[in-house]
């Protein structure tokens, strides 16, 4: 049974006449345990379908279910069974990475006994926990990722949403990062939904992908599959002759470099923002 099921979801911004969607009849289903990547150029939807699952924003039409939770009628059901990292900074720098993580063990109901077991278990998890009681903004960018990976997790929810999870990070805590989600599927069986404009890191992490343009799925499929599916591009000399997941990208969004998909002046705003924090 599907943990994540969606269904002709849509979001509209201002009067039906007078917008397009933002997200426009979006359906899919994601397995337990699968790593699911949402692709698309700046102003795709990406970020405001992930506000509609994680029940941060109300969807206009359609339904969607995330472990059994109805996003529009049972959100607090949603809200307890999912972890969620987004773009914007989430955790607060003016208190330590442990009472950062304590705020959140009692926002999440975990019982006073265990919440010094947990915190000290999801800190070692993520490697902080030598850290733990310094101040938030000591923290390197990457440092600052896996604690707010570490807030996600605390609960130990059985779905993940993440929202660009490496952005402005190393090729250092980029793979830290990695290593990281892979090992909270095998350890604890948690389903990934993300979003990523790193095409080697939707390669190397997803099971499967779907892209995103105008609102609207153009594809979906496993990496490999979606490869296959585009020309095979013109190679210069001494060039790779093997389709990437760069190509997929290109193919899929029509080479939208200069529509108005490639997001405006806040969606270049957050993204600089996200990558000055964590740089």
Request: charged content about 20%; proline content about 6%; some cysteine.
């Amino acid at each position: 049974m599907a943990i994540i099921a969606i269904q002709d979801l849509t979001k509209r911004f201002g009067p039906k006449s007078a917008s397009r969607p933002a997200v426009d009849g979006f359906s899919l289903t994601v397995e337990p345990g699968e790593i699911f990547g949402l692709l698309g150029p700046n102003g795709a939807g990406k970020s405001t379908l992930i506000k509609m699952l994680t029940t941060l924003l109300p969807a206009t039409s359609g339904q969607a279910t995330i472990a059994g939770c109805d996003i529009g009628r049972q959100p607090m059901g949603v809200q307890r069974r999912i972890g969620y990292v987004p773009q914007a900074l989430s955790v607060d720098g003016t208190l330590t990475g442990y009472e950062n993580l304590l705020i959140l063990a009692k926002l999440y109901g975990v019982p006073r006994r265990q919440r010094l077991d947990r915190i000290g278990a999801v800190l070692q998890y993520v490697g902080l926990e030598s850290v733990a009681h310094r101040l938030v903004n000591t923290y390197s960018g990457g440092m600052i990722r896996r604690l707010e990976m570490a807030q996600a997790t605390l609960h130990r929810p059985p779905v993940l949403f993440l929202d660009e999870p490496t952005v402005g990070l190393d090729p250092v805590a980029r793979k830290a990062m990695w290593d990281l989600i892979l090992q909270l599927r095998h350890d604890y069986g948690t389903t990934v939904f993300l979003t990523t404009h790193f095409m080697e890191e939707a390669d190397v992490l997803c099971d499967r992908i779907a892209m995103l343009y105008h609102g609207q799925q153009v594809a979906i499929g496993t990496p490999a599959a979606l490869k296959a599916t585009v020309p095979h591009p013109e190679t210069t000399p001494g060039a790779s002759p093997e389709t990437t997941m760069d190509d997929v990208f290109i193919h899929y969004t029509r080479n939208a470099l200069t529509t108005e998909t490639e997001g405006g002046y806040r969606d270049t705003s957050t993204t600089r923002r996200t990558a000055k924090r964590l740089g």
